[in-house]
């Protein structure tokens, strides 16, 4: 892995893959910058037409680079500004000294839920990190941090400054458009906006002592929520208060080895508009969960693709674009504020059949919890029969030992996606219908091979082979009933 500057990221914008990292939600956090610097500098589409001709021509994006090299941005990405460092809130100064953690505390991952009232030793930890390392942590913590009680003191700004809320995209999933190469990513994800930046960069927040007026973290201020300037603004929100302590090593290498934390700025609910690639789900925007693939919700995400909203969202501008992308969506999943993960997917998306991409999306998954549900019940026939005294308490984990579980549902995924790429690559039809019988058929093998596996463990004889035997039968019943879906039902008898 190559670390670039900025600068250097959009001149080789073309010849660039993609930005990398081994955390989903700072390579989010970082695609989240450059998309905030092409609105800041003024280069991006203002209109429809004019998005689809930068897509259809592949417009380049060097001129964000010459832009950025301009006097205009003099010290304003510098993260070790004296005055205004990047991303960062100044006015800590006074308390990084006496206060100041480890830089553990800015990883979303290990940071946990941040709260001083419980033994968090892994944040004091004082190894460094290295600068670039610290500045993409910092930028996933504005995106992504969680809510509640934070390792803040009160006097350091304010009672409510202990209190941070849940960063932009922390409470959603979210979903980007990747395209060939770095800048086609970045075309396609840049929103039309028909304003012009002017002399404020169009609200691009640098720092927390430039850019609009922020809340306060007493008085009437504590509670001040504002309303994005633009998508400037948008991408760039800071939620988080951070400073940061660089230093240099004994070999010159820039580090950061301390850090202060509190909480950031509170934004409005957001409308719409500025939620572009959100996927509904009822009334609300799609929730990450740790017990669901995202795969399982990929119905929902075409369906957003076939809405039509006058191009208000990302989805109807690809309907228009006539060449097939890649969806990559992203979620961060956390209980009690603690993270236990990301959940990530990509799915294929080509014009034209977001409505067949649908279809086969929620029958798969209706399929896959048929076939989950008849391997639990054949698993529970086994059960039975094995341990015919089981008291009531044990019958749940005496199951498990038969029952796949979530392990059968692992063994669909791949499946499913192989599906989806036969669907979005070709014709309505004959291919969509053999694709639907393929997956069928992955699923009847998958249920099979997995039950199988589990009542391995059974003796051969007596109760354990009669429960082999009647549960491997009620799952072939369960495959072969009336009401089993019709491509299920050839798949078993196949």
């Not at 990883?107 to 190894?127: A, I, T």
């Not at 999933?173 to 990513?185: C, R, W």
């Not at 236990?340 to 086969?360: I, Q, S």
């Not at 639907?436 to 009542?455: D, I, K, M």
Request: glycine share 8%.
């Amino acid at each position: 892995m190559e670390w670039l500057g900025l600068v250097e990221t959009f001149e080789r914008s073309e010849r660039l893959a993609s930005v990398v990292h081994t955390s989903p939600g700072a390579r989010v956090a970082q695609i989240q910058l450059l998309l905030g610097l092409c609105y800041a500098t003024g280069v991006y589409p203002r209109t429809l037409r004019q998005w689809l001709e930068w897509n259809r021509e592949r417009r380049p994006l060097e001129e964000v680079a010459e832009r950025l090299r301009s006097s205009d941005f003099d010290g304003l990405l510098d993260v070790t500004h004296p005055e205004h460092p990047f991303g960062q809130n100044r006015l800590l100064a006074p308390f990084l000294e006496a206060h100041g953690y480890g830089p553990a505390q800015l990883s979303v991952e290990r940071c946990g839920d941040y709260n001083q009232l419980f033994d968090h030793m892994h944040l004091h930890d004082p190894e460094p990190m290295p600068v670039e390392e610290a500045v993409v942590a910092m930028l996933t913590q504005h995106a992504y941090g969680l809510g509640g009680r934070m390792r803040a003191k009160v006097d350091w700004q304010g009672r409510a400054f202990t209190f941070g809320s849940v960063g932009r995209l922390g409470a959603r999933v979210h979903t980007l458009a990747l395209g060939e190469t770095l800048a086609d990513t970045l075309r396609l994800n840049l929103m039309p906006f028909p304003k012009d930046p002017g002399e404020t960069f169009g609200g691009f927040n640098f720092s927390w002592t430039r850019g609009p007026e922020r809340r306060s973290f007493t008085g009437a201020g504590a509670q001040r929520r504002r309303t994005p300037m633009g998508p400037a603004d948008l991408h760039s929100v800071l939620g988080r208060s951070v400073l940061l302590r660089p230093v240099r090593t004994s070999q010159g290498r820039l580090v950061v080895d301390r850090v202060l934390m509190g909480a950031g700025e509170l934004l409005e609910p957001l409308r719409p508009q500025w939620m572009p690639d959100a996927v509904m789900d009822g009334d609300r925007p799609l929730q990450p969960s740790a017990d669901k693939a995202l795969w399982r919700d990929a119905h929902a995400l075409y369906a957003a693709c076939g809405a039509r909203t006058a191009n208000a969202d990302l989805y109807s501008r690809l309907a228009r674009l006539e060449r097939p992308v890649t969806l990559w969506s992203v979620g961060l999943v956390a209980k009690q504020r603690a993270v236990t993960g990301w959940v990530t997917g990509t799915f294929p998306y080509a014009p034209g059949r977001a409505d067949a991409l649908h279809a086969v999306s929620g029958d798969a998954v209706q399929w896959s919890q048929y076939v989950a549900s008849a391997v639990s019940r054949a698993a529970a026939v086994a059960r039975d029969i094995a341990y015919p005294n089981a008291r009531p308490e044990e019958r749940a984990s005496l199951l498990a030992r038969f029952d796949p579980g979530g392990a059968l549902w692992a063994r669909f995924e791949e499946p499913f996606h192989l599906m989806l790429a036969a669907v979005a690559g070709g014709e309505r039809g004959a291919v969509e219908e053999n694709a639907r019988q393929e997956f069928a058929a992955e699923l009847v093998h998958a249920a099979r091979q997995a039950l199988t596996e589990r009542l391995r463990s059974l003796p051969g004889h007596g109760h354990g082979r009669q429960a082999r035997m009647s549960a491997t039968a009620r799952l072939e019943s369960e495959l072969t009933r009336k009401s089993t879906p019709h491509h299920l039902k050839e798949a078993a008898a196949a």
